[in-house]
């Protein structure tokens, strides 16, 4: 049976800087159709090497975006790093325009109403969230890393606690005394998804659970 490749998105991407840079060529890598607009003009030998479609223009020109024909785009992202004002008026046109999906960026929490409320379905807040998963991951002891689920809970990675070495899960009871839930164990000879309650953790052992962060920070730090 043939396997039909998954066809790519079609993603513009407002905004040159650090952000929309690294968020343009991941895209690209993942073998999505790549926009990028940007309005400085010394960015464009840099950006004609990286990327094949691409203008120079300034998006808050109704102009601009009409000549961008929106409605083809599956996502558009605004990621202009320093003007709100901007941001604010490029979301509002890219809605106007018929944009399908808008992910804007926004340097603080009190923005995320009024980019909503003119049409951004998403907000982001890079900076905050790295520096969330920064304090996170250097407050407690061998967490290699983790994604926040919602406010209270989180899937970690982390190192096998020292006590757990030799023990099985069932014999731990994790949920019970420890309030979190193993999905995957690692280690340099094999994945172990969903492990069973017999497997006994080994020295090296990586582990992939889920709980809530308070419970995973108290663990990794006792």
Not at 5 to 23: A, C, E, F, N
Not at 28 to 40: C, F, H, P, Q
Not at 121 to 128: G, L
Not at 160 to 171: L, R, Y
Request: aromatic residues 8%; hydrophobic residues 40%; glycine residues 8%.
């Amino acid at each position: 049976m043939k396997i039909r490749k998954q066809k790519g998105k079609s993603i513009l991407i407002i905004g040159m800087g650090i952000l929309g840079r690294h968020l343009a060529l991941r895209m690209k890598e993942l073998g999505n159709s790549v926009m990028v607009v940007d309005m400085k003009e010394e960015l464009e030998q840099d950006i004609s090497i990286e990327f094949e479609d691409y203008i120079i223009g300034d998006c808050t020109n109704e102009n601009v975006i009409s000549a961008l024909g929106i409605g083809n785009f599956d996502i558009c992202f605004v990621t202009i790093g320093k003007s709100f004002e901007a941001s604010i008026v490029i979301t509002s046109l890219l809605k106007s325009h018929g944009a399908k999906h808008i992910v804007t960026k926004a340097s603080r929490e009190i923005q995320t109403d009024v980019l909503k409320k003119i049409g951004a379905n998403d907000v982001v807040y890079p900076e905050r969230e790295l520096a969330e998963k920064l304090a996170v991951r250097y407050n407690a002891n061998n967490i290699f890393d983790f994604f926040e689920l919602t406010g209270e809970y989180s899937i970690f990675e982390i190192a096998v606690p020292v006590d757990w070495i030799g023990k099985s899960i069932g014999t731990l009871d994790v949920r019970q005394k420890y309030n979190v839930s193993v999905l995957v164990v690692k280690n340099e000879k094999k994945l172990h998804p969903m492990p069973r309650i017999d497997y006994k953790f080994h020295p090296g052992d990586i582990i992939i659970l889920m709980g809530k962060t308070t419970d995973v920070l108290l663990l990794t730090n006792s």
